[in-house]
């Protein structure tokens, strides 16, 4: 392979030093600079990688025609800004979720890139886990069966986010594994939530999301809770999975357990028990390990070199960002269920 | 104590049983007759207790006079017709958990036994476990501080039933006990659920409870789930509680876990940290472990002899009843709030 | 089947109860007397099982020509001169464990019975479980490889006897599933403990039993502990298993686990790393559910209608009793080795 | 504090970094030089760390009179040449456990350094983590009460050494925990154990620790064990404690049980149950999560600086040494006791 891809990072803060050590890691792909407008985050790139450039003024990477690639850990609110910026600069570009405070924004990016024929791409990161695409690889192949519900459980004390809910900081982390690992997308969502700071955003919420068939899902997140779960449920026709992050090893388990349903349903035979309860074997498939951002860089770069669209592109990211919004809107108005613009979703 | 209280137990399929043992063991109290439509129930009444009598008309166990009270262990369709019955026949009367199918049932109900001066009970068996008492104590000494959020997960595989939704089969142990632990009573709730089984009730639902303050309240029940989970979180502003009904004897854990809020939130600091978390120490006190049927075996002979109120009296079904009316009509609206009526909750 | 087979129990104290309702629910069997020398547990018996005859003389049973066998739940000291009258009066023999306080009397026992021909079983009622049967399954069949080692944990609070030692009270349940699950019965027994209460038996022990291979099994048993652990580790060189008998499903699971030894081992590769870590899937097989005092008691029965030797005969009686005596001895010599005494286990 | 100490680190393999990455953050304190044979690990310093000196020859440290202190982080069998080495530099000596690979090397040292009135201290680092403190704060304040045994768990699979046994690599730890919280050292020891591979050291062992009170201490060590277990039981007295260092953040729980003994044992009432039971709270306190290894250091340092005596000095490393030794020799000896030579182990 002839890649030799200069990559510019902008944001040091949280998770540009995962990025950054993950790409530094990549045979043929450098990181040429790093970017961040505090300084004693920049001397930290220094000591540590002392050949990667620092600047605290991000213009320079649009600016280094060396640089091929960006990708943007910084607040969601300048993520539009900094993309748009660094698709005009002709650069390809990876940016942290959620995509964009806007579906509006989030369309944007995805006509500037397909305009410019750029890779667009969300760092989804769960997508990326051995865990994650387990799932998707039993959903796909029918051992579950038909989904009948997707119910997710994300809380833990703190850190309580000052410019967005709960439901952006947590929930994106649900919405992204779940979009990839079901077969179709919520046509609405019914949201509640509340904050116990006065003047700050909900930090606690529950989102029931409704599909176009009996497919339910529910993503409860909450930022104030004293023990940390991080657990989804997906109920089958076939089997059912239980995935549990904390678990060091066994973090999916597939049990061969679900009902089934006999006989006519017919007025005489209502109150027998049509219903019968098949109970099996568990079992907890060895998961691919590798961390997930080396995946996905792998990943964006392969992308940048054949062209192939990213697994968690633009509109991956924009479907994310819309049921973020509906969710916000629903949530202010007590569980209204809000409708997703199926114009916006579109592939 | 001078009590010699004779009882009618009617139906004896899953729950008779328990009530039977259990009032067969208060010094005291006798059960004098059983009533079910299946013989080959009634002939187990007789291997295990002789002297007791058995019929398969519980008119036998009205017309008695010798019976003092009734415990009503039947379908909750049948409920309101039997202890009303039992009421206007001058019995005392202990009726399972939901109380009745409507509100305007239970209404009906307490007027009677206001009426007639006579004890009506709801079986809400959990409020009178050691943990859930604890809990209680825990939020009523102010040991949680402002309780934030109530949130409760009862889900399992089975048994799935035909004439009444998840929300009516489980939901109602989480109601029970919010209620009696909570200082405040909800005023609107909003729910949401799916059937994956045609022609047949609900079987996966979430609640959310809206109070006057910033408390909110969660309950997420479900027939069709892989492994068994009985977890509430209680979040306050002192301190919060992980309450497990599975774990053998360490069901409640307290938690000094929370945030602390410091300083002003004006415009300039929006973007400081504001919020500090606390972590302390965790504790799990010893429970009593009495038998909870035990203990409410005698708080009902208790309140038939002393003409006390009961914990779970009629009042305390009806509030349980018409949170389950109003979710039950919210779910077919897909989230849309539903108030409860205060004029029916009122005690 | 004709089988019509009458039981006199002798005991009623902890386990006597759960003998009299397996053998009364086995249809063509009937418990025809129970005798105890406590009046007031044989009231218990009357007011549960009216038909059941009662007597404070154990005699009654053997001098009754109508019973045909006799299930032994008294103290492990009363067990040999009981099982002997039994076996002298005709009758055949189900005795608690540990069979005897001695392997003599154990020999004693298996003699008599085989001269009168009569059926000799022992309550190792761990035996007839489905998570223990499946583990024999499991190493049988060679889906473990060889067995490397045996390694269980048996510890909680209480109850401490006076008359016995912890290795008698509680590694009698892990010896006898021991020898029915593994291939080979060990030569040589080392064990340590030690008493914290002055004149009474040990409570706490640890036992290192040495097989002719590389075999290991080691059991640590404590009645002082402020957690209950009840877990078994089956190491294979094919697969390991976790036996945790306190999970209410998943008691058993089945790790692809191991490793494998590449290459030779010769003086210039000691340094060199010639170990390699095989780590798979885990796998929970569904178990039956059946309570093992039934499928014990169904065996029982049918040994004696047929002839055939039980599974846990007066041999495997012995063979625990054996390893207890020894344990017991080695454990007062500071863990010096014990050998076996190969005559007495012999079949 | 006027400290600017030198150090130098040999060994940058598994352990290594750590040493670096704690030393070089703690206020004047410097790397100064890094060695190992292996130039590949060195060039991984010399990007992370561009100012430290590196070399393959350790002497270059030995030789710097601007260095002050050595950290040894190399396999074992070489600990006691380096560390001799070292302190006839005169410098001050930190050497990873196990100390040496014999308690006669192990007094050598702890000479050297008397003489040369230089810090020996062992890298005993569980006991700077907060966990192992409190432990030692609940037994020193008698909050357990009498000590009655000391039960370690610590299995997983891998990594299997070739030069030690089990023992040597995994007890260690347990046998340093133990030593920093009891009251007291053991006088004899019990070990058992087994390879699995041919010519190999043994990959698993049981380890029986003998008191002059009644007190017993237990470890079992496994290379081969399909799930991670590090949990230690501590009973007393008055409580009992739990120590599971898998657990993140309750790694300590203190169980309010035990047994109380009533009355008299004479002859009469020794069928008479003398054992009570007691059950109350448990409480998990919350514990400094400072890493190990940064405490440790700046102990280090200030032992450096004040002439005190570590926590960890060679005494402790050579109780834990004299320990392995005879537990590797009654392993051989199949449990044989082992007496621990006291006046080794003298202070």
């Known amino acids: 392979m002839s890649n030799n891809i200069n990559i510019g990072v902008i944001g040091y803060g949280y998770w540009g030093p995962n990025l950054v050590r993950n790409f530094a890691e990549i045979p043929g ?71 964009t405070v806007s579906s509006e924004q989030a369309l944007r990016l995805i006509e500037e890139a397909e305009k410019r024929n750029l890779v667009l791409m969300v760092d989804h990161t769960f997508v990326y886990t051995g865990a994650v695409r387990k799932m998707r690889d039993l959903v796909v192949t029918k051992a579950i069966g038909d989904i009948f519900y997707y119910d997710s459980v994300r809380v833990n004390l703190g850190l309580f986010q000052h410019d967005v809910n709960v439901i952006w900081d947590l929930a994106v982390h649900d919405l992204s594994i779940m979009n990839y690992v079901l ?51 997906i109920g089958g026709s076939q089997r059912m999975i239980v995935y549990d992050d904390l678990e060091p090893s066994e973090k999916v ?56 669209r990213p697994i968690t592109n633009g509109q991956a990211g924009l479907q994310v960002v819309s049921i973020l919004e509906a969710a916000t809107q629903s949530m202010k108005q007590h569980g209204q269920l809000v409708e997703l613009n199926s114009a916006q979703v579109a592939v």
Chains 1, 2, 3, 4 share one sequence.
Request: net charge negative; aromatic share 8%; charged share 20%.
């Open 29 to 99: 792909t450098q990181v040429k600079t790093v970017s961040d407008f505090k300084p004693e985050l920049l001397a930290k790139v220094q000591a540590r990688y002392p050949k990667i450039e620092i600047t605290t003024d991000c213009r320079d990477i649009f600016n280094d025609p060396k640089i091929d690639a960006v990708a943007i850990a910084t607040p969601v609110s300048t993520h539009f800004d900094l993309a748009l910026a660094a698709l005009q600069a002709g650069k390809h570009v990876l940016v942290e979720k959620p995509m």
């Open 253 to 308: 388990k597939i049990y061969d357990k679900g009902i089934t349903v006999n006989g006519n349903n017919s007025a005489e035979s209502v109150y027998q028990m049509l219903i019968g309860y098949r109970t099996g074997d568990m079992w907890s498939p060895h998961l691919d390990m590798t961390e997930a951002l080396r995946t996905e860089g792998l990943h964006f770069i392969n992308c940048i070199e054949t062209g192939d």
């Open 183 to 233: 077969p179709s997308q919520p046509y609405a969502v019914s949201a509640t939530g509340m904050s116990h700071v006065p003047g700050e955003p909900e930090n606690i919420a529950y989102l029931t999301l409704f599909f176009e068939s009996n497919l339910i899902a529910h993503i409860h997140v909450n930022w104030l809770a004293p023990v940390k779960v991080r657990r989804t449920l």
